[in-house]
């Protein structure tokens, strides 16, 4: 069946830089597009990124623009999500999904991720 396994969250100081990974199993990954979204306490999950199949396309939530990239590699059934300049507001459970297009909308995503925890301490 097709896994999504998120890995990469932790804890870091504001100003800090995280690297998620996602891998991906269990379908034709580079038949999908890729994103990120995340969901802090008590908030709805929002979008964060995404990338399309051919990793050309990329679109990003204003909140994050400047200071995440997302980036795939296709040989290795896996997306990324470089953080930089991270801020306490950032502070959430960040999820990738697979789906047909690189969309903002969640659910527009066939296929999700368990999510990593990342927290930042200001």
């Known amino acids: 069946q097709v896994q999504l396994v998120e890995s990469g969250g932790g804890l870091v100081q504001a100003g800090g830089s995280l690297r998620l990974s996602c891998a991906a199993s269990g379908l034709t990954f580079s038949n999908y597009a890729m994103g990120w979204f995340r969901q802090a306490p008590g908030q709805e999950r929002e979008f964060v990124a995404a990338?399309?199949?051919?990793?050309?396309?990329?679109y990003y939530a204003d909140s994050v623009k400047g200071r995440f990239t997302i980036s795939r590699d296709n040989a290795k059934n896996t997306v990324y999500l470089q953080m930089n300049s991270l801020k306490p507001e950032d502070t959430a459970i960040y999820y990738c999904?697979?789906?047909?297009?690189?969309?903002?909308?969640?659910?527009?995503?066939?296929?999700w991720g368990q999510g990593t925890q990342v927290t930042v301490s200001s």
């Open positions: 990338i399309n199949w051919k990793g050309i396309l990329t």
């Open positions: 999904a697979a789906g047909y297009g690189a969309r903002r909308e969640s659910n527009q995503y066939a296929y």
